[in-house]
């Protein structure tokens, strides 16, 4: 199931505020190559995330994961469900 | 001869290592895909081939340059494999490792950056890794060097040492799955290169590269029809996930094991320098403008502050004193006025012409090296992300961009690195309207002559139209032309890292050389040619230039180019021929208005054109067509001839568009 507005999930990465810590819940809403590219980072289900920037106008957002910094489009970050640490 | 090849994750110093081993210069740059084509290389003292491949981050590949290195591995079976492993990032590094490891190939482990994971308070047990593995590690650091030496010996004894017992077990549905299918590939001649397991896993895991090596035999079908049962299988176990995902479970599970043994990250912490400079670089509001900022200051250096007061040199030592000796070395030879005024005119003053403007070349290169090696590449695409994911690219098509401003050649290509055909595609169109480094030397004429006082200013803004041009063509592409995908955006952000003197002189020289090159085969040619063309017509040679076979060529373009203000013979000959390469616009400048050096060529031209008339076709050269080594690789690399028609036509039209709004625009409102 892909959902169109990543609003419908209970908590999504892209809701974040700099700072936050949170765990990776769900990647399946994410788009397909993402999720692949995500997970070859080292980036799955379970992983800490923290929050570092978010780009003006919705520009990307940039956290931090296992001390590599990867930077992923807002909408994108909205489609990944996360849960507080 | 025996091949070794170098794989490894992106932007983890594998080409580092392969300059180190063969003493090449091959590109290098702190980011994922600096290389994406396969470089040959011979080992240092001991002989033998290395190939350094792009890098990935598993056998399954997701873009161009990924899948270069998993069609390596299957299509040249080398002999051993180098693999790289960054040890501050140790754990996804490693599932390529596992997966290399059961080629069952001899394999080298290079891990490499101990010196960034010491300092981060990662430490990783070389020997521990070693005796996990079952294949011997060599700690390294390649950007200084240290260890190479024991790549070189270690891989000297490779090929003697005995198979890695390094095994994964994935349980007995898979286990079961892979004898069977070994057994079937045994009987199939085609695969005996490769090993058995390791070409069954690739298939269950649904490695394309492995199955399209195997098409057109028999076994697929019953290979297809055995990965089909064992998925079912798998499901009837209770395993929740798909086969691929199951495999990678597995693996990660291991890799899990592997790094409570041989790592040590409880005190780690944060890179804080990367980690500071990027609050300011990447910071939300001051970011771009601090991008823009830096543009300004390496149009400063090159053209006003550095680049033309050692140009205003070069060209007093080519014209005068170097001019002078040929000219009088020519005359004790006894040559004749024929030769004299070919090598005198055509060659010195055509690839002369070109070569005084090596100063600013040489520091725009060296200034794009320093860019290229410092990390801050991966941030601006971070921070032009947003504007282009409005005109449906992706951020990380600004890497083309900004390696087009030395040369779109190499810039075509790094357009491999994204994961999407439309993003490909659409880059490899747009790339040619980013200034390189050929259309320098036009710029730098003309606006020396025309806009001296503000001469960083108007080249910066040529730049920023060429930039500014692609954005808005590219939103008008992909709303035409192009399939609806959405762009792909992720970018890791390397630790930042200062630059080594040496190696962005390397770098420098690299590119340098190529110009050079260029000056002695292309622009040479081309000089001679147009020498002869400006002085034989229709009655033979020695006629007056006007009625000279190049002034009827140019001539002919005249009545078209008139709307934009340069309808004459002149700069109608100087864009043909500036199709070879740019800088030959200036070459054929020199020598059609035959002038003994810069100062005169600057006169000339400030006699030829008005300012108004300069800038239209400063703007025409910019946007009229790409060089012609830019149109092969742009035939190479989208394989369509319609593709690369398009390119040029595209090109033509905009040039012509954009040159008589200036020079009509610019009338309307009274400017010469």
Same mark, same amino acid.
């Given at each position: 199931? @892909?959902l169109?507005?990543g609003?419908d @999930?209970?908590?999504?990465?892209?809701?974040?505020?700099p700072?936050?810590t949170?765990?990776?819940?769900?990647l399946?809403?994410?788009?397909?190559?993402l999720?692949?590219?995500l997970?070859?980072?080292?980036?799955?289900e379970g992983?800490?995330?923290?929050?570092?920037?978010?780009?003006?106008?919705?520009?990307?957002l940039?956290f931090?994961?296992?001390?590599?910094?990867?930077?992923?489009?807002?909408?994108?970050?909205?489609?990944?469900?996360?849960?507080? @640490? | 001869?025996?091949?070794?090849a170098?794989?490894?994750n992106?932007n983890?110093?594998k080409?580092s290592?392969?300059?180190?081993l063969?003493?090449?210069?091959?590109?290098?740059?702190?980011?994922?895909?600096?290389?994406?084509?396969?470089?040959?290389g011979?080992?240092?003292?001991?002989?033998g081939?290395?190939?350094?491949?792009?890098?990935?981050?598993?056998?399954?590949?997701?873009t161009?340059? !990924?899948?270069?290195a998993a069609r390596?591995?299957?299509?040249e &079976?080398?002999?051993?494999?180098?693999n790289?492993?960054d040890? &501050?990032?140790?754990?996804?590094?490693l599932?390529?490792t596992?997966?290399?490891?059961?080629?069952?190939r001899?394999?080298?482990?290079?891990?490499n950056?101990?010196?960034?994971?010491?300092?981060?308070?990662i430490?990783?047990?070389?020997a521990?890794?070693?005796?996990?593995?079952?294949?011997?590690?060599v700690?390294?650091?390649?950007r200084?060097g240290?260890g190479?030496a024991d790549?070189?010996?270690?891989?000297?004894?490779?090929?003697?040492?005995?198979?890695s017992?390094?095994?994964?077990?994935?349980?007995?549905?898979?286990?079961?799955?892979?004898?069977?299918? &070994?057994?079937?590939?045994n009987?199939?001649a085609?695969?005996?290169s490769?090993?058995l397991r390791?070409?069954?896993?690739?298939?269950?895991e649904?490695?394309?590269?492995?199955?399209?090596?195997?098409?057109?035999?028999?076994?697929l079908?019953?290979?297809?029809?055995?990965?089909?049962?064992?998925?079912?299988?798998l499901?009837?176990?209770?395993?929740k996930s798909?086969?691929?995902?199951?495999?990678?479970?597995?693996?990660?599970?291991?890799?899990?094991?592997?790094?409570?043994?041989?790592?040590?990250?409880?005190?780690?912490? =944060?890179?804080?320098?990367?980690?500071?400079?990027?609050?300011?670089l990447?910071?939300? =509001?001051?970011g771009?403008?601090?991008f823009l900022a830096?543009m300004f200051?390496?149009?400063?250096?090159?053209f006003?502050w550095?680049g033309?007061?050692?140009?205003?040199?070069?060209?007093?030592?080519?014209?005068?004193?170097?001019?002078?000796?040929? &000219?009088?070395?020519l005359?004790?030879?006894?040559?004749?006025?024929?030769?004299?005024?070919?090598?005198?005119?055509?060659?010195?003053?055509?690839v002369?012409?070109v070569l005084?403007?090596?100063?600013?070349?040489?520091?725009?290169?060296?200034l794009?090296s320093?860019?290229?090696?410092?990390?801050y590449?991966?941030?601006?695409?971070?921070?032009m992300?947003?504007?282009?994911?409005?005109?449906?690219?992706?951020?990380?098509?600004?890497?083309?961009?900004?390696?087009?401003?030395?040369c779109?050649?190499?810039?075509?290509?790094?357009?491999?690195?994204?994961?999407?055909?439309?993003?490909?595609?659409?880059t490899?169109l747009l790339v040619?309207?980013?200034s390189?480094?050929?259309?320098?030397?036009?710029?730098?004429?003309?606006?020396?002559?025309?806009?001296a006082?503000?001469?960083?200013?108007?080249?910066?803004?040529?730049?920023l139209?060429?930039?500014v041009?692609?954005?808005?063509?590219?939103?008008?592409?992909?709303?035409?032309?192009?399939?609806?995908e959405?762009?792909?955006?992720?970018?890791?952000?390397p630790?930042?890292?200062?630059?080594?003197l040496?190696?962005?002189?390397?770098?420098t020289w !690299?590119?340098?050389?190529?110009?050079?090159?260029?000056?002695?085969?292309?622009?040479l040619?081309?000089?001679v040619? =147009?020498?002869?063309?400006?002085?034989?017509?229709?009655?033979?040679?020695?006629?007056?230039?006007?009625?000279?076979f190049?002034?009827s060529?140019g001539g002919a373009?005249s009545?078209?180019?008139?709307p934009?203000g340069?309808?004459?013979?002149?700069?109608?000959?100087?864009?043909?021929t500036?199709?070879?390469?740019?800088?030959?616009v200036?070459?054929t400048?020199?020598?059609?208005?035959?002038v003994?050096?810069?100062?005169?060529l600057?006169?000339?031209?400030?006699?030829?054109?008005t300012?108004?008339?300069?800038?239209?076709?400063?703007?025409?050269?910019?946007?009229? =067509?790409?060089?012609l080594?830019?149109?092969?690789v742009?035939?190479? !690399?989208?394989?369509?001839?319609?593709?690369t028609f398009?390119s040029m036509g595209?090109?033509?039209?905009?040039?012509y568009?954009?040159?008589?709004?200036?020079?009509?625009?610019g009338?309307l409102i009274?400017?010469?």
């Open positions: 199931m @892909l169109k507005h609003s @999930l209970p908590l999504a990465l892209g809701h974040m505020k700072g936050d949170v765990e990776l819940h769900a399946h809403c994410a788009s397909p190559l999720r692949r590219r997970r070859d980072l080292g980036v799955t992983s800490a995330l923290k929050v570092l920037r978010l780009g003006l106008f919705g520009g990307p940039t931090e994961c296992d001390g590599q910094h990867i930077g992923i489009r807002r909408d994108e970050a909205n489609r990944m469900e996360v849960a507080p @640490l | 001869m025996s091949e070794v170098l794989l490894g992106p983890t110093g080409t290592l392969f300059n180190m063969t003493r090449s210069y091959e590109t290098v740059g702190n980011w994922s895909g600096v290389t994406v084509e396969k470089k040959v011979v080992l240092r003292g001991r002989g081939r290395i190939v350094d491949l792009p890098g990935l981050y598993s056998l399954l590949p997701l161009e340059d !990924e899948s270069v390596f591995l299957m299509e &079976s080398p002999a051993s494999l180098l790289i492993v040890a &501050s990032q140790l754990e996804r590094n599932y390529l596992i997966q290399l490891l059961e080629c069952g001899p394999m080298l482990i290079g891990l950056m101990v010196d960034v994971a010491r300092s981060r308070n430490t990783v047990d070389a521990l890794l070693q005796q996990e593995l079952g294949v011997p590690v700690s390294i650091v390649a200084k240290t190479c790549v070189l010996q270690a891989l000297g004894s490779l090929a003697q040492s005995e198979k017992s390094f095994r994964i077990d994935y349980g007995p549905v898979i286990e079961s799955s892979v004898t069977r299918m &070994s057994e079937r590939l009987q199939a085609e695969t005996s490769s090993n390791w070409t069954a896993l690739q298939l269950l649904g490695n394309e590269a492995v199955r399209s090596f195997l098409s057109g035999s028999d076994v079908s019953d290979l297809d029809d055995l990965i089909e049962e064992t998925s079912q299988q499901g009837l176990t209770g395993e798909d086969m691929p995902t199951y495999l990678r479970k597995i693996r990660t599970e291991r890799i899990t094991q592997i790094c409570a043994v041989v790592l040590d990250r409880s005190a780690q912490r =944060i890179h804080t320098a990367t980690e500071r400079i990027d609050t300011i990447t910071h939300r =509001i001051i771009i403008p601090l830096l200051l390496i149009f400063k250096l090159t006003d550095l033309s007061l050692l140009s205003d040199q070069l060209d007093g030592l080519i014209s005068g004193t170097l001019s002078g000796w040929i &000219s009088s070395a005359d004790g030879l006894g040559a004749s006025a024929f030769t004299h005024a070919l090598v005198v005119d055509g060659i010195v003053g055509g002369g012409g005084v403007f090596l100063p600013q070349i040489c520091i725009l290169f060296m794009i320093f860019i290229e090696d410092s990390g590449m991966a941030r601006i695409t971070l921070l992300d947003r504007t282009m994911e409005a005109v449906g690219l992706s951020g990380k098509a600004f890497i083309p961009f900004i390696i087009g401003f030395g779109n050649v190499p810039a075509i290509m790094a357009a491999r690195t994204m994961e999407q055909r439309k993003d490909r595609l659409l490899t040619p309207l980013m390189c480094s050929a259309r320098l030397p036009v710029y730098a004429l003309f606006a020396g002559v025309f806009f006082s503000d001469q960083a200013l108007v080249v910066m803004g040529l730049y139209m060429g930039m041009l692609a954005l808005a063509l590219a939103k008008l592409f992909s709303r035409t032309l192009m399939k609806s959405p762009s792909l955006f992720v970018v890791e952000l630790p930042y890292r200062m630059p080594q040496l190696s962005l002189l390397r770098m !690299e590119k340098v050389k190529g110009f050079l090159r260029k000056a002695g085969t292309i622009i040619a081309g000089s040619m =147009i020498w002869f063309l400006s002085n034989t017509g229709p009655s033979g040679f020695g006629v007056n230039m006007n009625d000279s190049l002034a060529i373009l009545g078209i180019l008139t934009l340069f309808g004459t013979w002149q700069a109608g000959a100087a864009l043909i500036g199709f070879m390469a740019k800088e030959v200036v070459s400048m020199n020598i059609i208005y035959q003994p050096d810069m100062a005169g600057e006169h000339q031209v400030a006699m030829a054109f300012p108004l008339q300069a800038f239209s076709f400063i703007a025409f050269i910019l946007l009229y =067509i790409p060089c080594a830019t149109v092969g742009i035939r190479k !690399e989208t394989s369509s001839w319609r593709w398009f595209y090109s033509l039209v905009l040039a568009i954009v040159a008589i709004l200036i020079y009509q625009g009338r009274g400017l010469t």
